[in-house]
């Protein structure tokens, strides 16, 4: 169980699983799912989901719902990439 700072509420969870997401990345774009990211980040689903929706609707990735599950793409050109925690704490704050 991934183990995180004391009083890292969720953004701080998520920014830190996304950054560590995308350092391990390859290739120009990355697929994500909700329900995994939410997992590894110890969060609510439908919370990741909500967040996702609004970086969505922003332009920071795409989602789109399959079948069962929403699956959202981010492409390297995108601010949410990177592999800084702290940037992308920033970007959620804004939400």
């Not at 560590?20 to 697929?31: H, I, V, W």
């Not at 599950?69 to 925690?85: A, F």
Request: glycine fraction near 6%; include cysteine; charge should be positive.
């Amino acid at each position: 169980m991934r183990r995180f700072p004391q009083g890292c509420g969720v953004l701080c969870r998520l920014a830190a699983v996304l950054a560590e997401t995308f350092a391990e990345a390859q290739g120009n774009s990355l697929s994500l799912y909700p329900s995994e990211v939410a997992k590894k980040a110890q969060v609510s689903q439908q919370v990741v989901g909500e967040i996702f929706r609004a970086l969505a609707e922003r332009g920071y990735m795409e989602c789109v719902k399959t079948d069962r599950r929403t699956r959202c793409v981010v492409t390297r050109g995108s601010p949410l990439w990177s592999t800084e925690h702290d940037k992308i704490y920033s970007i959620l704050e804004t939400l």
